[in-house]
């Protein structure tokens, strides 16, 4: 029997999002990022890959589709974190970086793990990913 992530994981994302959104940045307790416009129309496409990757990865996980897991994975590892711009990369706060390098290393354990590894494995996988996610979206704000 195949376990997928915990949905009650994707209905907290969804509730802090309201929260965040009926609050208002007044209120808003998260840490902003302080991105130009350009820089933050790159980092929510950047941001929607993620979450694209992690619909992948899932589809895949049902599917039992191991290239197609590694594949939707490799897209938010670590070539999506080298490309953050060196005049970004030294702005973003530490406690950014300490949620975010290791959130794209697990994009890629997870394409280096579905060539062998059980699905029920990818999916806890998976699921610890999304927890990265969700902290860093729970701490910082992109505004």
């Known amino acids: 029997m195949r376990r997928l992530p915990n949905p009650f994981l994707l209905l907290a994302l969804l509730?802090?999002?309201?929260?965040?959104?009926?609050?208002?940045?007044?209120?808003?307790?998260?840490?902003?990022?302080?991105?130009?416009?350009?820089?933050?129309?790159?980092?929510?496409?950047?941001?929607?890959?993620?979450?694209?990757?992690?619909?992948g990865i899932l589809a895949g996980i049902g599917?039992?589709?191991r290239e197609a897991i590694a594949a939707a994975a490799r897209l938010s590892g670590n070539r999506m974190a080298r490309a953050t711009p060196p005049s970004l990369r030294a702005r973003l706060?530490?406690?950014?970086?300490?949620?975010?390098?290791?959130?794209?290393?697990?994009?890629?354990e997870i394409a280096v793990r579905a060539e062998t590894d059980d699905m029920a494995d990818?999916?806890?996988?998976?699921?610890?990913?999304?927890?990265?996610c969700l902290?860093?979206?729970?701490?910082?704000?992109?505004?």
């Open 122 to 132: 990818l999916s806890t996988l998976t699921g610890k990913t999304l927890e990265q």
């Open 15 to 55: 509730a802090i999002g309201a929260t965040q959104t009926s609050q208002g940045a007044d209120t808003d307790p998260r840490t902003s990022l302080g991105m130009t416009d350009a820089e933050r129309i790159t980092f929510l496409a950047e941001m929607r890959q993620m979450l694209a990757s992690i619909q």
């Open 135 to 143: 902290a860093c979206h729970a701490r910082f704000r992109v505004d």
């Open 63 to 65: 599917a039992e589709d």
């Open 93 to 108: 706060p530490q406690a950014f970086k300490e949620i975010g390098g290791p959130t794209h290393l697990l994009f890629e």
